[in-house]
């Protein structure tokens, strides 16, 4: 369970606290597109500032590949998060050296800085432990809340841990105690579901969750790998070839829990205006290709999840970006938003069909991590959180 020091348990009053933030967010004409991430970091922010802190904001923004790229920059997201804290955010034009120093030090209780991309430097992948001492100075404190970056061993997420005490913000503290009590003391019946594209991303998750999970719902293009190592015809659906034998060792070790699609929707090309049919599973003909869970797999499937009292779901159930091959991931979103059980949400494609579905206010967490969250459930110990000091 989550054991880990919070910034509820560090006196930061006068103090200057570092802290790393998942400020990845969609830009569009130099504008961010999507705030929901900004959103998530704000509780501990302003946490900070009423408790009289001075608050230096660091964040990577997409894979500039350890260069400066100028649409890369987060001056758009200060600009974006001084509207929503209501109160003016300095930025520094790069996260170490002369800029940084010099913002930080003029930084008083009450204000917020943000540092430039760490990503524009290369130092900042290979957890570089002279270039965490340059992020960490000037700081008495680190606050790690960002999840979506917390499977990173990277100089703002552990190498800052080496030189400043390192407790965890709300919005990480919230993603632990959700996933952990999922897999550690979930009420049951616990009902995984899995989606997405390849079977190779997740069979740690699955391997995992065998030992956890009452039932593990797949569905998506992982799907079909699991039915051509049956000896199902998948015609043009897409297949991990070299993923076969691991698909079949899956079923082996599953012992009936897991419940694969009992028909499949189809379509003679990978566009949203392509013929469309719903077939038995096993019925694939040459040419044509599953890109969605049939009306009979949303029916049973939702079985399952409205009997639940702990539902994780990772991946979409199908191409849900084209309308009409939308509804199973939908059908699902409805199961899961009816169940009443505690419903955890994660990876970027599932989060976004959640809101696209309209249901994101009946679900009890939507994960900002999807790679985070992915590793969570694997079992794995993520870097950035076994930096945080524990509690006595």
Same mark, same amino acid.
């Given at each position: ?20 933030v998942d400020f990845n967010v969609p830009l569009k004409d ?18 900070? @500032?009423?408790?009289?802190? &001075?608050?230096? @904001? ?6 500039? #590949?350890? #260069? ?29 050296? =002369? ?21 524009? $430097? ?56 959700? @996933? ?18 390849? !079977? ?14 009452? =039932? !593990?719902? !797949? ?32 079923? =082996? ?12 929707? %189809?379509?003679?090309?990978? &566009? ?18 599953? %890109? ?12 399952? !999840? ?45 989060? *976004? ?11 009890? $967490? ?7 969250? %992915?590793?969570? @459930? ?8 076994? *930096? %945080?000091?524990?509690?006595?």
């Open positions: 369970m989550f054991n880990k020091k919070t910034v509820r348990d560090v006196e930061v009053a006068g103090k200057k606290v570092l802290v790393r130099g504008r961010v597109a999507d705030d929901s991430r900004i959103r998530a970091a704000i509780p501990t922010i302003e946490y900070l @500032l009423q408790q009289g802190a &001075a608050v230096v @904001l660091m964040s990577h923004l997409g894979r500039p #590949k350890g #260069k400066r790229v100028p649409e890369l920059s987060l001056r758009p997201v200060a600009s974006h998060l001084s509207d929503l804290l209501g109160l003016p955010v300095a930025f520094a034009e790069d996260c170490v050296g =002369a800029p940084a120093v010099s913002a930080k030090a003029v930084l008083q209780p009450g204000g917020v800085l943000l540092l430039e991309n760490t990503r524009f $430097h290369p130092e900042e992948k290979k957890n570089d432990l002279a270039f965490a001492r340059q992020l960490a100075a000037g700081c008495d404190l680190f606050v790690n809340d960002a999840f979506g970056s917390a499977h990173r061993a990277h100089a703002s997420t552990v190498g800052v841990a080496h030189d400043l005490p390192a407790v965890a913000g709300f919005l990480m503290e919230k993603e632990l105690r959700y @996933l952990g009590q999922a897999l550690e003391a979930s009420q049951r019946p616990f009902v995984a579901i899995l989606g997405g594209a390849k !079977i190779s991303d997740k069979i740690g998750v699955i391997r995992n969750l065998l030992g956890k999970a009452d =039932a !593990i719902l !797949i569905g998506g293009g992982m799907a079909n790998t699991f039915f051509a190592a049956q000896g199902f015809q998948m015609g043009d659906s897409l297949v991990e070839a070299d993923a076969l034998e691991t698909a079949k060792a899956l079923l =082996a070790e599953a012992g009936g829990k897991l419940h694969l699609p009992v028909d499949v929707v %189809l379509a003679d090309a990978f &566009a949203a205006d392509a013929t469309r049919r719903v077939v038995p599973v096993g019925d694939v003909p040459a040419g044509w290709r599953v %890109l969605d869970i049939g009306p009979e797999t949303v029916q049973a499937f939702g079985e399952v !999840i409205r009997a639940a009292h702990t539902v994780v779901w990772n991946g979409p159930m199908g191409v849900f970006e084209l309308p009409p091959f939308a509804e199973g991931t939908f059908g699902i979103a409805k199961a899961v938003a009816e169940s009443g059980a505690v419903s955890i949400v994660g990876g970027g494609d599932s989060v *976004a069909a959640i809101h696209q579905s309209g249901l994101a206010d009946k679900i009890t $967490h939507l994960s900002t991590g999807g790679g985070a969250s %992915l590793e969570m @459930l694997e079992g794995k110990v993520l870097p950035g959180v076994a *930096a %945080l000091e524990d509690r006595a």
